[in-house]
């Protein structure tokens, strides 16, 4: 079946950076978008990062445009959230997630992924 196994959570201060990884196994890697998001307690999951199959087109949120670099290595079926200049506001649960079906696009909606990783905690502090 499919898995998705993400790393690299932990404690950091406020400025500081994290590098989380996302390993997929189970399905052609290289076939299927990825995208991460990220859930605080008592808020719905939101949209962080996407990236297409091939890796060439990236989509971020707002709040975390020119902080946060998506990138994936299809060697390694390795999805990448590197998070610099971090904020307290970026403390949350991060999951990495890959899309339903095949596809060269990208996409923000979390209806549009099927298979989710158990998420890593990110905790930022000021």
């Known amino acids: 079946q499919v898995q998705l196994v993400e790393s690299g959570g932990g404690l950091v201060q406020a400025g500081g950076s994290l590098r989380l990884s996302c390993v997929v196994s189970g399905r052609t890697f290289s076939k299927y978008g990825m995208g991460w998001f990220r859930q605080t307690p008592g808020k719905e999951r939101e949209f962080v990062a996407a990236i297409s199959r091939d890796g060439i087109v990236a989509d971020y949120a707002d709040s975390v445009k020119g902080r946060f670099t998506i990138s994936r290595d299809n060697a390694k079926n390795t999805v990448y959230l590197q998070m610099s200049s971090l904020k307290p506001e970026d403390t949350a649960v991060y999951y990495c997630?890959?899309?339903?079906?095949?596809?060269w696009g990208i996409g923000r909606s979390q209806d549009e992924y099927v298979y989710w990783g158990q998420g890593t905690q990110v905790t930022v502090s000021s």
């Open positions: 997630a890959t899309t339903d079906a095949p596809t």
